[in-house]
T-cell receptor, first 116, second 111 residues
Framework: DVKVTQSSRYLVKRTGEKVFLECVQD?????MFWYRQDPGLGLRLIYF???????EKGDIPEGYSVSREKKERFSLILESASTNQTSMYLC???????????????FGQGTRLTVV | KQEVTQIPAALSVPEGENLVLNCSFT??????LQWFRQDPGKGLTSLLL?????REQTSGRLNASLDKSSGRSTLYIAASQPGDSATYLC??????????FGTGTKLQVIP
């Protein structure tokens, strides 16, 4: 079974702190994604990575950065946390679409971050 | 920019009823479409994946169809059960491997 693991289920941080959210997958997937989910807004893509050290901005990258030093690990960084970054954060991984069948996206259990 | 819409936003049905959830997308140049289920406070569980060349996929009581040219997909749930209560999300994979989500349909199946 594919497993995508996020390091924390719940986090409480103070405004201005630097926050790291970690995501690890065990299926050798090239693609990894970070989303945030807010009521009424659905899932919005923050950043994605299609290979080690490669990254692309999603729809709402402001205030975030990412790091992918190893294929299995994709980190989301909040440089200076703010209250409007309180949200549920979801990590996902998949094989890239290359005409094949096995391109399902698999998700972690989510990290609920509260910034106070 | 791809936009994905799900209607209705919420649905309440009695147990045993068959039901249809709708998903529409604006850019038909997609690689695939995936349906997910999300329980409160949890991550997403994949239900069905339909490739752009396919018309439908089935898994147990679930059947998903795809009409790429009209930008529509439906998820059909047969003989609904209280355990089916959850939020259902559709997502399309398009250019640059991006996956775009709808805002979901919250389903409640009443015993």
């Amino acid at each position: 079974d594919v497993k995508v693991t996020q390091s924390s289920r719940y986090l409480v941080k103070r405004t201005g702190e630097k926050v790291f959210l970690e995501c690890v997958q065990d299926m050798d997937h090239e693609n990894m994604f970070w989303y945030r989910q807010d009521p009424g807004l659905g899932l919005r893509l923050i950043y994605f990575s299609y290979d080690v050290k490669m990254k692309e901005k999603g729809d709402i990258p402001e205030g975030y950065s990412v790091s992918r030093e190893k294929k299995e690990r994709f980190s989301l960084i909040l440089e200076s946390a703010s209250t409007n970054q309180t949200s549920m954060y979801l990590c996902a991984s998949s094989f890239p679409w290359a005409g094949g069948e096995n391109t399902e996206a698999f998700f972690g259990q989510g990290t609920r971050l509260t910034v106070v | 920019k791809q936009e994905v819409t799900q209607i209705p936003a919420a649905l309440s049905v009695p147990e045993g009823e068959n039901l249809v959830l709708n998903c529409s997308f604006t850019d038909s140049a997609i690689y695939n479409l995936q349906w997910f289920r999300q329980d409160p406070g949890k991550g997403l569980t994949s239900l069905l994946l339909i490739q752009s060349s396919q018309r439908e996929q089935t898994s147990g009581r679930l059947n998903a169809s795809l009409d790429k040219s009209s930008g529509r997909s439906t998820l059909y749930i047969a003989a609904s059960q209280p355990g089916d209560s959850a939020t259902y999300l559709c997502a399309v994979r398009g250019g640059y491997q991006k996956v775009t989500f709808g805002t979901g349909t919250k389903l409640q199946v009443i015993p």
